[in-house]
């Protein structure tokens, strides 16, 4: 049996290599005009054709495809990489700052999700939820053995849709529910207050498409509230270069 697979296999195999034969005296690279490397190709698709026939377990095309993709990518440089549809909608939630969850941001604890602080004006927020609360339960699901993308995942939803929450807050030594209504969140980049009668602070926590709108408004605000700016203190430790490089996952 194992040797039919094989023989299908190759068979395929061919199919595929003559396909690109023939797609490759018809193509050629858009900007420079030169033929497809067909060598290369072919090789690609006996690596294809093998994997698909007789790796130990069934795999997805679609996803071998893509992830030969993303290592085409990758491999280019430390900072280039391939997004697909849903990648790329996570990547413009992170630079857009808007994305539809309960508005948290959280970390990691013994494999639960800590919530690290709650985004002001947030319907976490107006929950009551704490820095430092363990989410333990999302709906019905132990959040004990997620990963934190499936913990976010689980949280984010459509708006107007509801989601329950378990926490256990250590200072109370208590668990609870809390129901939580998902909106659409919306996160500043850019913070600024006035610490003292000349003295400002402002924070830069993630680069955005508007933070460098927002950083010079916050800038102009500060100076329109000081006769005298003596000194302006300007926090970026640890600021994200883009939505998914985050120091903190965001739901």
Known sequence: MGGKLKVAGFIAL????????????????????APLPLDELQQLAAVFGMVKSD????????????????GMVAGLDPHSQYFDK?????????????FVGVG????MEDGLVKVVSPIEGSPAFRAGIKA?????????TAVKGLSMDQAVKRMRGEPQTKVVLTLFRKSESRTFP????????RVQSVRAKLVEPGYGWLRVSQFQDRTVDD??????????????????VLAAQGIPAQGRGREAYRS
């Open 215 to 232: 950083f010079t408004r916050k800038i102009d605000e500060a100076a329109a509230c000081m006769h005298a700016l003596q000194t302006e």
């Open 132 to 140: 430092g609360d363990l989410i333990t339960r999302i709906d019905d």
């Open 86 to 98: 849903k990648s790329f909608k996570e990547f413009r939630e992170g630079t857009t700052g808007r």
């Open 104 to 107: 948290i941001e959280i970390g």
């Open 55 to 70: 790796y130990v377990e069934a795999v997805d095309e679609k996803k071998l495809i893509t992830d030969a993709i993303s």
């Open 178 to 185: 809390v129901t939580i209504v998902r909106e659409e969140i």
């Open 14 to 33: 061919g199919a595929v290599a003559g396909a690109l034969t023939t797609i490759q005296l018809t193509a050629f690279a858009r900007n420079t005009l």
